[in-house]
């Protein structure tokens, strides 16, 4: 009986993890930090493969290596052995991981990618490459342990399950922290920068519209075999449940592949043309404190300003092995 369960569970949970499943004002930078879209922004991490490798000495093994790296960040001493995320420290309040661009004091996280499906039923809102890309909307170009750890650093909290008992699905015990999503890039219509949240480009096919905005919570993925999930599976955004994901939306809206009334799909009539180039701002979801340092309910942070993206994304990655 006990092994019917378990098996019975095991393709309950692969089933959903494969079919069907207010922002910061800009401040000035610093004249000696070059910023972000001011170079040209190159993709794919080839000289990053070796961070997922399990044998890589400075990669995570565990959900704790993460505080590790993220305190030698704060330290300014950051892990230099194989594997390890590259960090660089660009001035008191912004690091860079690998790709990813984290300001701690905006609580803002900045990443490359492009327009990845422009029609389609969709699982996710973004992967990295290699990812399930046939049923997501964007293609980012960072590895997952990269972005964990920015959040990390932005102070953030993944969730926290109880899986003391393996003959029964994990229960969730607490949320990880609330984001906001956000992409900026160069209309193609105008010409001019433009700066959306990621709801725009997803169609309800319940509502036959955009949803308002989703709650998205910092998840965490999980560690098999001594790598990061995500990292193997590619799993960033996910509009459905997959444990696997950095990040997942939280609410019920149903399998694409069972109903045509059901999940998501790509917003045709709104996304701009596929391999657009953007940037994907996760961020913090807070309340903004008044002149007194009270936080007034419902109070939500302004908008930031959208910036030009400077050059156009190719995706050059070597297959994943």
């Given amino acids: 009986m006990r092994v019917r369960l378990a098996a019975a569970m095991a393709l309950t949970l692969l089933a959903g993890c494969t079919k069907g499943r207010d922002p910061y004002p800009n401040a000035p930078v610093d004249a000696a930090v070059r910023p972000v879209d001011a170079a040209p922004l190159t993709v794919v991490d080839r000289g990053l493969q070796a961070a997922g490798s399990p044998s890589a000495a400075g990669a995570p093994k565990a959900p704790g290596d993460f505080e590790k790296l993220s305190k030698a960040a704060e330290q300014g001493t950051p892990v230099k052995q194989a594997g390890a995320p590259p960090i660089e420290r660009l001035d008191a309040h912004r690091v860079r991981v690998g790709k990813v661009l984290v300001d701690r004091t905006r609580g803002r996280l900045e990443v490359p990618g492009r327009v990845n499906m422009t029609e ?40 926290r399950w109880d899986r003391s008992d393996p003959m029964k699905p994990p229960k969730l015990l607490a949320r990880g922290g609330e984001l906001r999503v956000f992409v900026e890039f160069t209309d193609p219509k105008t010409g001019k920068p433009a700066r959306l949240p990621a709801e725009t480009w997803l169609y309800n096919r319940q509502k036959r ?21 995500a990292d193997s599976d590619r799993s960033l955004l996910a509009l459905i449940p997959d444990e696997t994901a950095v990040i997942m939306t939280d609410g019920e809206f149903g399998n694409p592949y069972q109903g045509d009334g059901l999940g998501f799909e790509v917003h045709t009539a709104v996304i701009p043309p596929k391999d657009t180039a953007l940037v994907m701002t996760l961020e913090k979801h807070t309340l903004v404190p008044d002149a007194k340092g009270r936080t007034l309910p419902g109070s939500k942070l302004p908008m930031v300003a959208p910036r030009p993206i400077a050059t156009p994304l190719k995706s050059t990655a070597p297959p994943a092995k």
């Fill in 120 to 159: 389609g039923i969709l699982e996710y809102f973004a992967v990295s490459t290699n990812g399930k890309l046939h049923e997501s909307v964007l293609e980012v170009f960072a590895e997952p342990s990269h972005i964990h750890l920015g959040l990390i650093l932005m102070g953030l909290e993944t969730a």
């Fill in 209 to 229: 519209a955009s949803p308002p905005p989703l709650a998205w919570f910092f998840h965490g993925s999980t560690f098999w075999n001594g790598r990061y999930t």
